[in-house]
């Protein structure tokens, strides 16, 4: 019988950049196969082509054997391939069970739409995920781990054959991580093929069967995964050891940067207090819901604080817009770096010189020569793949995307650096690269402030662990000798009252 | 990924033929696309147009009517750079008018001041738009097309049919002309305020932030952009260009007329678009604008020296706006 999937020869090309090239695979219907490579090696792009998004240069696609000529989105809908994208393709002015249910809303009379059945429809799909998220919701109205539900939704909503997940969990915990497995495996028990891209080797070894490594374009291998280890995995893909031990806690400590003190921002954030030293790295940990990009906002002045106190170096501060906690010093790099990070549609050089116009610039006059060889600067330093740094960012690769965000931030040189989920969506190589940047920054005396919902990361990077729940911080411990369960254990004491939280609609996870 | 030399070992591209190479990198710039064909026009029409076209009169005539477009053009290319626009530029421009006029030729007070409150009113309007699209939040489309007839009302109530005529003193602010080239002042007007604002513009840090308030307004504002204040100074900019505008308008004619600019927002919408902005915002220069408005008044010269009735004019500038903003489906640097 002809595999469920079989890509041969697939090339594709950018102008300047070879995406694919020469790929061939076939998956087993039922089969989970990971999707493995750097930022950059073209795995969302093979997603896209087999989903129709993109059109190839060469190659053949067929699907149960039969070979597919002009695939479009809609044809790959009809033959039953469904994508979960990593950037989002939600509309956000529109509800969810719309987005679900795009172009495909249940009718009445008349054609007329069916909003109950749609909601009720909606709300069933997103429960299998195991969270509330009121369907009739606006989009623009949710949190990125609840757009991401509302994406894995929409693909679950069609009767598929074959499924793509690109970095489906980038923006999830570990609870929703786990409730998203039990139905990738019961879809892959009715008979699915699921391709699953993630960076997270842990996730590949628990979920998938079987995986293929991308490396530049190029098929690097495909392996069975009992046959192969993570060492096998990481060379194949990076072409050298990556190691992510914590460093020696050799770093001089020094003297209190941020002093926050019971602030109030309601809804989320209702009295949180932290204290972060020179050179010093602080993780917020918590779960989603938690509030801790909400009070991470409050501090750079992001969001609007009723109560509280902020000080930064022992000045009192009071922020009211990012401008302010900026001119304080302090850097915050997003959580949503699509939607409140980046410039889209602007080179390299332009979003890395936003943060830092006057330091481009000579007197008044914008230095396009001093932009560019800040950027080119990172580039090389963060190892940013692009053909050069007038490549308009909206073309680079998810993770190289998040490094050019990180570079805008540290072309800052803040004292204060607030980090939401550094390495959303970065590869191995370059993640340990990042946490080998964050405490070169830190050993430099900046005080640091990293907010991340990946517990191997909070213990590989963190000096002292601070831990929320429910808008409170609820807990301390210091980084070294942390267990991934004394974290865990301090963000869920409170569970009964945070499934009082759920009851409000829209606000359990934002 | 492998970085490949541009465009090399790409059957599809290569393939690609010489016309479909020259269309792509004239739409890379649009500045370039705009030189390109006004240069050709110009041609065109000094060669079908020998006795009409390349004379000093006719120069003379088409460079005056350019001006106020090309003045507002600069106000509007900047507003939709940073993801907004003003359609209420026509009103402000024949309120302040009225105002100026009515301050030198009602109360008879130093035509200097008169200039000076009418470009004022013009802020004051400008101001007025910035704070109802920036405080309250009322999208720009909306706040600007209310105003624009607000704004129209109140020029009839101050000054009814009009103020005619003005004074000597007041005129001689748009008449005075150059003694080389004999070109009135709204044309000189409009020349250093585009090579000034252009200059601006492109190169200031200051201005530079609208491009990443249109480019993204979220991110601009968690970069430490102010975005509002942003927003509210460039209406007022515009508003103060449109009162500039009104003012000289008035002085030329040494008359205030009440309806003076209706309808021009569409074209000076329609010169900043085909000049290169997107009604997205973070993209255009001014240099694209004036450009933009030379092409226009190119065509429109071209209709009123065949005799072609004004109505045609439409039709083709509307034509060539649709072809120019196609172009940028050539783009190289577009999404795939
Ligand atoms: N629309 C586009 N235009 C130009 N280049 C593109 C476009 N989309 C992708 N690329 C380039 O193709 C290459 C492969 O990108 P792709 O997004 O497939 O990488 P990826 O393996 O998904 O990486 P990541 O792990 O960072 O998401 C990258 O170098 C990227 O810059
Ligand atoms: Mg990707």
Known sequence: ?510 | MQITQPMAENAEHRRENLFVRIVRRLADSRELTLFVLVIALALAMSIVYPNNFPTASNMRAVLLNLAPVGILVCGMMLLMIGGTFDLSVGSTLAFSGVWAAVVAGWWGWPAEVAVLVGILVGALCGLVNGLIVTRIGINALIATLGTLTIYRSLTYVTAGTGVTPITDAFAEYGRAADPLLRIQSPFWAMLVLVLVGGWLVARTRFFRQFYFIGGNPRAAQLSGIRVDRLILIGFVIMGALAGLAGVLGAARLNSAVVNAGVGIELKVITATVLGGASLKGGEGTILGGILGVLFIALIENAMIINAIGVFWQGLVVGLVLLFAVSLDRFKTSGRA
């Open chain 1, 1 to 510: 019988m002809a595999p469920r999937l079989e890509i041969k020869g697939l090339s594709k090309f950018f102008p300047g950049v070879r995406a694919l090239d020469d790929v061939s695979m076939s998956v087993e219907g039922g089969e989970i196969r990971a999707l493995l490579g750097e930022n950059g090696a073209g795995k969302s792009t093979l997603g896209k082509i087999v989903a129709g998004v993109y059109s190839r240069n060469k190659g053949s696609i067929l699907v149960d054997g039969a070979e597919t000529a002009d695939l479009d989105e809609k044809a790959a809908g009809d033959l039953g391939i469904g994508i979960v994208h990593q950037e989002g393709s939600l509309v956000p002015q529109l509800s969810v069970a719309e987005n679900i249910f795009a172009g495909r809303q249940p009718t009445q009379w008349l054609g007329q739409v069916d909003v109950r059945a749609m909601r009720d429809r909606a709300r069933v799909l997103i429960a299998q995920l195991g969270v509330a998220i009121d369907p009739a919701l606006k989009v623009s109205t949710l949190s990125p781990a609840q757009s991401q539900i509302v994406e894995i939704a929409k693909a679950l909503s069609r009767d598929l054959r074959i499924l793509i997940l690109d970095e489906p969990t980038a923006a999830l915990t570990l609870t929703e991580t786990e409730k998203l497995f039990d139905v990738v495996r019961r879809l892959a028990a009715n008979g699915v093929s699921v391709i699953y891209v993630s960076h997270r080797l842990a996730e590949i070894f628990a979920l998938c069967h079987s995986v293929t490594v991308l490396k530049d374009g190029r098929l690097a291998g495909t392996r069975s995964v009992t046959e192969t280890s993570t060492d096998e995995l990481i060379r194949l893909m990076v072409g050298r050891d990556v190691h992510f031990s914590r460093a020696a806690a050799g770093r001089k400590i020094g003297d209190i940067v941020l002093e926050a003190e019971n602030v109030d921002a309601p809804p989320l954030v209702r009295s949180a207090s932290i204290t972060v030293r020179s050179g010093e790295i602080v993780c917020l940990a918590g779960l989603i819901g938690s509030g801790r990009s909400e009070f991470c906002e409050a501090i750079f002045g992001a969001r609007r604080r009723r109560g509280g106190s902020i000080r930064i170096g022992s000045k009192p501060i009071d922020p009211r817009g990012p401008w302010d906690g900026k001119h304080a010093g302090i850097g915050m790099v997003p959580e949503d770096r699509k939607a409140a990070g980046l410039f889209l549609g602007m080179d390299i050089v332009n979003n890395v010189a936003a943060t830092v116009l006057s330091k481009v610039s000579s007197g008044a006059n914008f230095s396009n020569r001093k932009a560019e060889a800040l950027a080119k600067n990172f580039v090389n330093e963060l190892r940013i793949a692009t053909p050069s740094v007038r490549q308009i960012v909206g073309n680079l690769s998810g993770g190289n995307q998040q490094k050019v965000l990180l570079a805008k931030w540290l072309a800052m040189e803040p004292r204060l650096l607030i980090v939401d989920e550094p390495t959303r969506g970065v590869d191995v190589g370059a993640r340990s690269e990042i946490y080998r940047l964050l405490r070169a920054l830190a050993d430099k005396g900046v005080a640091l402030l990293v907010v991340s919902s990946d517990l191997p990361e909070v213990l590989a990077l963190a000096d002292r662990i601070v831990v929320m729940a429910e808008g409170r911080t609820v807990g301390e411990l210091p980084g070294d000798g942390a267990s991934e369960e004394q974290v865990l254990r301090l963000a869920t004491r409170y569970t009964a009252s945070v499934a009082e939280v759920r009851k409000e609609p829209g606000m359990a996870e934002a």
